[in-house]
């Protein structure tokens, strides 16, 4: 006897409960900015190699909305080593351009979820 459409749907629903909070088969997968960021900067032929271009993508990471401040500019802009010229500013704002563009789907769906905690936490206390 042939199965139905809607029995074998149901057969493969899985049940939540058996999955961790963060299983990443229900919240999706992972996110790839932090690569594209880095392969965006070798792409700008800086004199960066993976690891220069990886330490610089964590370090817009680190700031808020990841707009370096002036003193995180500064150590972007020596970021290839000490014993190699600093990038110039130029450089530098191009680099950053390339890691906003590469997360800026990851920096929309964090904004969003903010937003969506922030009225939620109004919510809650009845403001």
Do not use: W
Request: proline share 3%; with cysteine.
């Amino acid at each position: 006897m042939a199965e139905s459409a809607s029995a074998r749907d149901a057969r493969n629903v899985v049940d939540a409960s058996t999955h961790p909070a963060n299983c990443l088969c229900c919240i999706g997968g992972p996110d790839l900015s932090f690569e594209r960021a880095v392969f965006a900067l070798l792409e700008l032929n800086l004199g960066l190699e993976y690891d220069t271009a990886a330490r610089f993508v964590r370090l817009c990471r680190a700031a808020p909305r990841m707009v370096l401040s002036k003193g995180k500019t500064k150590l972007a802009a020596k970021v290839r080593g000490k014993d190699v010229p600093a990038l110039e500013a130029e450089d530098v704002r191009r680099a950053q351009d390339a890691v906003l563009g590469a997360y800026a789907a990851t920096l929309a769906l964090e904004e969003t979820q903010r937003a969506a905690t922030a009225a939620r936490t109004n919510d809650g206390d009845g403001v």
